[in-house]
């Protein structure tokens, strides 16, 4: 009796055994469930890797290593600075890419005994193509951005405020200067700056000393605290007061409610997107966390809505430039060319896109242009001349 006793006891403590691992087993979905995540900076990337891979081909893995290394940046000089601001980035070994390029031009325009440029260099060159047959850049001989040499990755240092209580110089991606270049702004013009914030854009096109009337908009309300911030470190009070200069916090992807339809002469729209270099290094406010998902997924409607705005204000014969800081074709050519698509098709509005060969080639010295590129212009990263990526593409408004 006692041995039988002892058995069941044991059968006992087995059963409870086996009801204590199946009972485990039946709650390990639930450990899973509390397993690390991937990060967004990790879901960019892989994303990057995937999409990037098949688009650019063998350009990617240099390209990658660019996104994934130290951008470099250049300094905008701030021309209302009391500062020798020039001399100064100068003794750091910096030169101003923009006025070198022009330089080297200039030479090669001598040598061709074309007659020497003045205020500015022009282009008046017929070209083949779908969309254009005429194409015209112009290069602000205000606007001046200073850069280490290809291969130094030398810093800048943070601008302090002058004497003045002026920034001498703000730091930006180089790159970024070009659209602004490329917009090819005339004195005494009027100019609708879309999508403004955080102000890097908006003060390279102040420095053109150029604009008659500068609209800046932007609909997010932190990022204008920034444009804000940024334009009242640069720039005297007379020139921001409201002959020159408007600010507004409006939605752009509806801004023929505003009125200002059809009146500017250039317009820039320099659209929010995946920013893949800070999508790569930066988890806060990254567009690839999961709680963004849809936002991104709704990225080419929102800036296809944008660039329909900014053909709708601007004049007939007027000019456009779109911009990015994506690699993304889906944001980049694909909204253009369904832009321009909806344009004629809804609004009666006809563009041409602006052919930009005669205006990248003067600075092939200074960053890594994607070549065969059908609609547009993008800078690469590369490890040499770590800038971007960048894409802009400037339309004509025919009708």
């Not at 290593?65 to 100064?88: I, P």
């Not at 047959?133 to 850069?147: G, Q, Y």
């Not at 456009?320 to 994506?326: G, R």
């Not at 006809?350 to 994607?370: G, N």
């Amino acid at each position: 009796m006692a041995v039988q006793t002892n058995t069941r006891v044991l059968l006992n403590k087995v059963r409870g055994i086996l009801q204590f691992i199946q009972k485990r087993h039946r709650v390990k979905t639930k450990w899973a469930a509390t397993s690390p995540k991937l990060s967004a900076t990790d879901l960019a990337l892989q994303n990057h890797d995937v999409m990037y891979n098949m688009q650019l081909g063998e350009l990617w893995p240099s390209v990658r290593v660019g996104l994934l290394t130290e951008q470099k940046y250049g300094a905008l000089v701030n021309n209302f600075s009391c500062d020798d601001t020039v001399m100064y980035l100068q003794s750091l070994g910096c030169q101003d890419f923009i006025a070198s390029s022009l330089h080297m031009e200039g030479s090669k325009a001598a040598d061709s005994v074309i007659p020497p440029y003045s205020e500015s260099l022009q282009f008046d060159q017929p070209i083949e193509g779908t969309y254009t047959d005429l194409t015209r850049a112009s290069i602000s001989p205000n606007v001046k951005c200073f850069v280490f040499p290809k291969g130094d990755i030398s810093r800048f240092k943070p601008a302090r405020p002058d004497s003045c209580g002026y920034l001498s110089y703000y730091l930006m991606d180089a790159a970024s200067v070009l659209p602004v270049l490329a917009l090819n702004v005339q004195k005494g013009q009027s100019v609708l700056d879309l999508c403004a914030a955080p102000g890097g854009k908006t003060l390279a096109l102040l420095q053109t000393q150029a604009i008659r009337f500068l609209w800046a908009n932007d609909w997010s309300g932190s990022r204008m605290s920034r444009l804000q911030r940024t334009l009242k470190s640069c720039l005297p009070s007379e020139l921001c007061s409201e002959d020159n200069l408007c600010i507004t916090s409006l939605d752009g992807r509806k801004w023929q409610e505003v009125g200002e339809n059809g009146t500017f002469d250039k317009v820039l729209v320099d659209v929010p997107c995946t920013t893949d270099r800070h999508s790569l290094v930066e988890e806060d406010n990254n567009i690839f966390s999961r709680s963004r998902t849809k936002e991104k997924q709704s990225l080419p409607l929102c800036q296809t809505q944008l660039l329909l705005s900014a053909l709708q204000a601007v004049r007939v014969g007027g000019e456009v430039m779109y911009s990015t800081c994506t690699l993304s074709q889906l944001q980049n050519q694909c909204v253009v060319e369904q832009a321009m698509s909806l344009a004629k098709e809804e609004l009666g509005i006809s563009a041409e896109v602006v052919d930009l060969q005669p205006f990248t080639a003067l600075f092939q010295d200074t960053f890594y242009f994607a070549p065969d590129m059908n609609v547009g212009v993008m800078v690469l990263p590369h490890l040499t001349a770590n800038f971007g990526p960048i894409y802009f593409c400037k339309l004509r408004r025919l009708s």
